[in-house]
């Protein structure tokens, strides 16, 4: 067994309390104190509240999936995105551990677990590309029936910086990706949208003020036929690199099985 740190009740505790842990992991090289942990929780939570040690374990899971369900109402509803219309990608040490009852309370239809999720940021930061951030302010006046293309010079002056940058990582020139955006507004908002252009520099007028009107009707469920502002324009330039192979589809460990939501 690894040695124990810290005194204070965790989740961690919790969970293995409540039986949403093992008592073994990797593989059986690391061995949890279940018996400490109901010891601490007893001590620091059950007893003070009056309340049994399975009790206070299962209110502290509780607890912690409840908040984590309330952010992710933030990220999604309160910008005007639906969760049931997304998966829920779980990672980290302890993503997957939360994953199924999180779907379950926010309707989330599917649950995807990567191998290995808990190396999974360490292993994104190894298959990185190399990605510089642009932008410049630009106050500028759309009009619904200005006709043409929008021209933004200001993003042109973007791309040369871009292009001088990448030339200094020693970029090839067919592993250049360049991503540009544009940062809207109706008149009189503090609030931006930003609109994607993809790999393009430019847009319609008549297409810019359809894709930021579905675009605000998402995020505040309205429209208005007045003019929108352009605020600031962005680009990303990236410099593809080579990625490192993934090995074969690990084995389920042995007793393992599907999860599914609880309650």
């Known amino acids: 067994a ?12 919790a969970a293995l309390v409540t039986g949403l842990l093992p008592e073994r992991l990797l593989g059986g090289g690391m061995e949890l104190d279940r018996l400490l942990a109901e010891a601490v929780i007893e001590e620091q939570v059950a007893a003070p509240l009056q309340l049994g040690t399975i009790e206070a374990a299962s209110g502290i899971v509780a607890l912690v999936e409840a908040k ?29 551990v939360v994953a199924a009852a999180l779907a379950g309370e926010l309707t989330i239809p599917t649950v995807v677990v990567p191998p290995h999720p808990g190396v999974f940021s360490a292993w ?39 292009e001088e940058t990448l030339d200094r990582e020693n970029v090839p020139r067919d ?16 609030h931006t949208l930003q609109i994607g252009l993809g790999t393009r520099t430019m847009l319609g007028a008549a297409e810019l003020h359809d894709r930021f009107a579905d675009a605000h009707m998402r995020a505040y469920g309205f429209t208005l036929d007045d003019a929108i502002q352009l605020v600031a324009c962005r680009l990303r330039a990236v410099g593809l690199l080579a990625k490192p192979t993934i090995g074969g589809e690990a084995d389920a460990s042995p007793g393992s099985a599907p999860a599914t939501p609880r309650g």
């Open 175 to 190: 592993k250049r990706l360049f991503v540009a955006s544009l940062e809207l507004r109706y008149d009189g908002q503090e």
């Open 2 to 13: 690894l040695p124990i740190c810290g005194s204070e009740a965790t989740f961690t505790d």
């Open 124 to 162: 994104g930061m190894q298959t990185l590309d190399i990605v510089h951030d642009f932008s410049a302010t630009v106050v500028r006046d759309i009009a619904p029936d200005s006709g043409g293309s929008v021209s933004v010079p200001e993003l042109e002056e973007l791309m040369a910086v871009a």
């Open 68 to 96: 984590m369900a309330r952010t992710i109402e933030e990220i999604t509803i309160g910008k005007g995105a639906d969760p049931r219309e997304y998966i829920l990608f779980a990672y980290g040490g302890g993503g997957p």
